[in-house]
Each structure stands twice: as structure tokens, then as C-alpha cells.
């Protein structure tokens, strides 16, 4: 069974810009399932609807995830022991970011059995109503942010950071915007799929060195890099 690579766009977003990094993930293990959020995606009411529905993702997450758990019971199922639900991360961007972040670290319920989450330029500033948050406890985190980014600061990926415990890290890519570490195939976007692909490798067991490694990597490419407990 492959794991599974949970795929969270952010408000305005949609599955289709994340085909290059679904198809990498995929390419490399993962089974990648990338839900399209009824009222957040580029063709929902985002007018209206976008942000209060908010607070209706991480139950889309969990309702994905469940689904394809299902499926990986059913001997009827093209997905019949091809995914493992139980070995799962969770990426996301922007509000999706936000969406991951609620469902593992707000709350009085959260999520802490995934694997790990990667949150690119997480719009948490928006979470407060999950209730109490963010937690220490969560899954290993890495968080991703450009600095040139006029829709997020990046204090608010530090400021995540500083609370969160160990395994953490982030990387700070100068002169890179809001949507370019996650949407697309340019260099931005391809050096989150590296990161991912490293936190997926080392969460899962199959390189343990590997997160560490990406995270190397990066820096010699001029990424500024913190990490704690790696």
C-alpha cells in the first residue's frame, strides 16, 4: 500500500495548478488525492462564501480521507490495497494551509495521527474560530513562505514555528511571491516538491535522512533554512 499525499489548495486555487506537483508525488509513491473545496476554488462564489467555508475544510479532508480509506477496503475497488490512509500527509497553501493547520493543531480535537504537514504561506491569521490554538503537539512541520509575498507575511510561518515542537522546519526563499511555491512547475514550485518529497521520505521510513538532506540542498540554492530537532 502507498502512502497517501493530501493536497490542499488555497482561496482562488484549484487541483489543476497543482498537476506538476501531484504528478511528482505520484511519480515518487504516493498515492495523491487533491480535493476540489466547494466554495474556495478559482470557479467557486469566493464573492461570498470563500472564507467562511474556511472552517468546513479540514471535515473535506477527513471526509477524502475516510473515502479513500474505504476504497482501499473494498476488494471491488480500483484502489483495493494500493493506499495506505493510516500513513498519510498533508500539504497546503494559503487558506488550504490554514485548512491543514486548523485540522492539526486548533481545536480540541486535532488531527495528530498524520505523518506530517507541509504548509506553504499559511493563512492562519484566519483560524481562530477552530477555537483554541496553534498547539505545540502536531504532526513534523515544515513550512514554506517567499519573502516577497504581499498576501502573507512571513512572520505569521515564524510565528508558527516558534510554537510548534520538534520536528520543524522552514524555508524562506527570497524574492518569491505568494503562489509560486505551490502552484505551477517554476523553480519556486519545484523546490517545495523537493521539500515534500523529503519530508515524505523520512516520515515514511523510506530515507531518514532524507527531509534533512532537501533541506541542504535548498540552502546551498539560497534558501534561507531554520530547522529544529532534525
Do not use: C, K
Not at 523546490?191 to 540552502?219: C, I, K, N, Q
Request: glycine share 12%; no cysteine; proline share 8%.
Amino acid at each position: 500500500d502507498r502512502p497517501l499525499v493530501l493536497l490542499a489548495h488555497g482561496n482562488g486555487g484549484h487541483p489543476e495548478l497543482l498537476v506538476p506537483l501531484a504528478e511528482g508525488l505520484a511519480a515518487h509513491g504516493a498515492v495523491v488525492a487533491a480535493p476540489i473545496f466547494p466554495a474556495t476554488n478559482r470557479y467557486g462564489d469566493s464573492a461570498g462564501l470563500a472564507l467562511p467555508d474556511l472552517y468546513n475544510q479540514p471535515e473535506d479532508l477527513a471526509f477524502v480521507r475516510a473515502a479513500l480509506g474505504d476504497s482501499a477496503n473494498d476488494p471491488a475497488s480500483p484502489l483495493y490495497r494500493r493506499v495506505d490512509v493510516d500513513r498519510a500527509i498533508a500539504v497546503g497553501h494559503s487558506l488550504g494551509g490554514a485548512t491543514v493547520a486548523g485540522w492539526t493543531r486548533w481545536g480540541d480535537d486535532p488531527q495528530t495521527d498524520l505523518l506530517a504537514t507541509v504548509l506553504v504561506a499559511p493563512a492562519t491569521f484566519l483560524n481562530a474560530p477552530f477555537g483554541e490554538g496553534p498547539h505545540a503537539a502536531g504532526p513534523p512541520l515544515q513550512l514554506v513562505h517567499g519573502d516577497a509575498d504581499s498576501v502573507i507575511a512571513v512572520s505569521v510561518s515564524e510565528e508558527l514555528m516558534a510554537v510548534a515542537d520538534d520536528p520543524v522546519a522552514l524555508v524562506v526563499m527570497p524574492g518569491v511571491g505568494h503562489s509560486e511555491p505551490f502552484e505551477g512547475e517554476g523553480v519556486a514550485a519545484m523546490e517545495t516538491f523537493r521539500l515534500v518529497r523529503g519530508v515524505f521520505d523520512t516520515v515514511t521510513g523510506a530515507d531518514p535522512g532524507a527531509w534533512e538532506a532537501a533541506l541542504s540542498l535548498t540552502a546551498e540554492r539560497g534558501n534561507l533554512v531554520s530547522s529544529s530537532g532534525l
